[in-house]
């Protein structure tokens, strides 16, 4: 198990510095790169599957802290897979807005058009304008989405540590006081994550109404 653990790590380690460089790739290449990541994202997850499996098979004094460090190699890989598809939706909305003022660029217009009345300078820049609408309620909808999936994947994880930690207390022999701190503890954690959540959605909506 270990070799695996630690050869997953490293594949971790390996994508989050790829990550950094997707800003920096030309537009022919990115979507190479990111395929290439979400192949190694993939290929992660399968071996956190065989992890999971080693873990459950480890002697009871080893299994715990086994569980957890494989939960954490999850969590880990989970924002990484997060971050990506936010960075596709920023450059999907980038590409649709650049070909909109392409076409816009190369319409032609003849002096009889009516619809020409209005000068070429004004109409160029209210469409930038919608445009940088646009994009800021994009940009602010993938950060809001995001902060969920994340919000979510915590929660899963908070809710399974929370599990093995009663179960190692209850090995332990703890007393019903520090379970009870511990359980409490756990409920404010999930009153925190969902008071997040619906404050997300609410900004959310404010931008997406006013801006609208």
Same mark, same amino acid.
């Given at each position: 198990m270990e070799t695996l653990y630690h $050869?997953?790590? !490293?594949?971790? $380690?390996?994508?989050?510095?790829?990550?950094?460089?997707? &800003? !920096?790739?030309?537009? &022919?290449?990115?979507?190479?790169?990111?395929? &290439?990541?979400?192949?190694?994202?993939? $290929?992660?997850?399968? $071996?956190? &599957?065989?992890?999971?499996?080693?873990?459950? !098979?480890?002697p009871p004094n080893r299994r715990q802290n086994a569980k957890v460090r494989v939960d954490q190699l999850k969590y880990d890989v989970q924002h990484l897979r997060t971050a990506l598809q936010n960075f596709q939706h920023r450059r999907y909305a980038r590409e649709a807005q650049d070909r909109e003022r392409e076409e816009l660029m190369s319409r032609t217009f003849t002096t009889n058009d009516a619809d020409t009345s209005i000068p070429m300078d004004e109409t160029l820049q209210l469409n930038s304008n919608l445009h940088n609408a646009h994009r800021g309620m994009d940009d602010i909808l993938c950060s809001g989405s995001g902060i969920l999936n994340g919000l979510r994947d915590q929660r899963s994880t908070l809710k399974g540590t929370h599990k093995k930690m009663l179960d190692v207390a209850n090995m332990l022999g703890l007393s019903n006081t520090v379970m009870r701190l511990i359980e409490r503890r756990a409920t404010t954690d999930k009153l925190i994550m969902v008071g997040g959540m619906l404050a997300t959605c609410v900004f959310m909506f404010l931008v997406v109404r006013y801006l609208g």
């Open positions: $050869q997953t790590n !490293k594949q971790i $380690q390996e994508v989050q510095s790829y990550m950094g460089d997707l &800003e !920096k790739t030309d537009r &022919e290449s990115v979507h190479l790169l990111e395929n &290439e990541l979400l192949a190694r994202i993939d $290929q992660i997850f399968t $071996q956190l &599957e065989r992890l999971e499996i080693l873990a459950s !098979k480890e």
